[in-house]
C-alpha cells in the first residue's frame, strides 16, 4: 500500500534544541515537499527537491535545512535558528508536474 | 508577496446547495492549478485540477472553473454535502517548474 509516512504525528521539544522530522515514501515518486501549516497563513514551502541529492529552498527556508540523500527520504531539521518552529509540518511528493500526495503531518510543538 | 490569494476565511452553505470557493493570483507564469480539501491534523487531498489550456474541468459533484484574464479560478461543489466541511486550498504552479504555491485555504462548513 503506497504512501507518504510522517513521523512521529506529536513532536515536543525545548527552545533552542535542533529536531529532525522523518518524511518517507514508497510511491516512486521523484519529487518531495516540505511545507509549514500556521492558522490562517495557509501552507508555505520550506524546500522541495526534484531529484535524489539535489533541493532548492522554498519561500519560507530559514532556520530550516533538508537532505536528499536517497529517492524514498526527505527528512527536514529544525533548527535553533528558526524563530518560530511550533507549526504543524506536511511532507508531500509527485512525479513529474502531477497532484502533490501529502502525508498526514506532524505538529511540533517547541516550549 | 502573496501570489495566490483565498479571499474568504470562512463559507456556510446549506446541505444540497452549491458552494463556491474562489481563488485568485497574481502570477500571469501560473498554468496549472490544483484544489485540496484538509482535514484538521490530517494531510491534504487532492481534489481536482484544470491546466490552463482548459477553462473547465468537471470530476463528478466538483467543478473547476478558470478564468485566465481575470486570474480567477473558482470551486463549485453540486450538491452540498456535510462530509465536504473542511478547509479547501487551492495552488498554482509555473511551468517549467515543480514549485506549488499554495492559498490561505477557505473553510467550509455545509449544514445539515
Known amino acids: 500500500d503506497g504512501g507518504i509516512t510522517q513521523s512521529p504525528k506529536y513532536l515536543f521539544r525545548k527552545e533552542g534544541q535542533n529536531v529532525t522530522l522523518s518524511c518517507e515514501q514508497n510511491?516512486?515518486?521523484?519529487?518531495m515537499y516540505w511545507y509549514r501549516q500556521d492558522p490562517g497563513q495557509g501552507l508555505r514551502l520550506i524546500y522541495y527537491?526534484?531529484?535524489?541529492?539535489?533541493?532548492q529552498k522554498g519561500d519560507i527556508a530559514e532556520g530550516y535545512s533538508v537532505s536528499r540523500e536517497k529517492k524514498e527520504s526527505f527528512p527536514l531539521t529544525v533548527t535553533s535558528a528558526q524563530k518560530n518552529p511550533t507549526a504543524f509540518y506536511l511532507c508531500?511528493?509527485?512525479?513529474?508536474?502531477?497532484?502533490?500526495?501529502f502525508g498526514n503531518g506532524t505538529r511540533l510543538t517547541v516550549t | 508577496d502573496q501570489q495566490v490569494k483565498q479571499n474568504s476565511p470562512s463559507l456556510s452553505v446549506q446541505e444540497g446547495r452549491i458552494s463556491i470557493l474562489n481563488c485568485d493570483y497574481t502570477?500571469?507564469?501560473?498554468?496549472?492549478f490544483l484544489w485540496y480539501k484538509k482535514y484538521p491534523a490530517e494531510g491534504p487531498t487532492f481534489l481536482i485540477s484544470?491546466?490552463?489550456?482548459?477553462d473547465k474541468n468537471e470530476d463528478g459533484r466538483f467543478t473547476v472553473f478558470l478564468n485566465k484574464s481575470a486570474k480567477h479560478l473558482s470551486l463549485h461543489i453540486v450538491p452540498s454535502q456535510p462530509g465536504d466541511s473542511a478547509v479547501y486550498f487551492c495552488a498554482a504552479s509555473a511551468l517549467g517548474t515543480y514549485k506549488y504555491i499554495f492559498g490561505t485555504g477557505t473553510r467550509l462548513k455545509v449544514l445539515a
Open positions: 527537491s526534484q531529484i535524489v541529492n539535489d533541493f
Open positions: 502570477n500571469s507564469m501560473f498554468d496549472y
Open positions: 484544470i491546466s490552463s489550456i482548459k
Open positions: 510511491l516512486n515518486h521523484d519529487a
Open positions: 508531500a511528493s509527485s512525479i513529474g508536474r502531477t497532484p502533490l500526495h
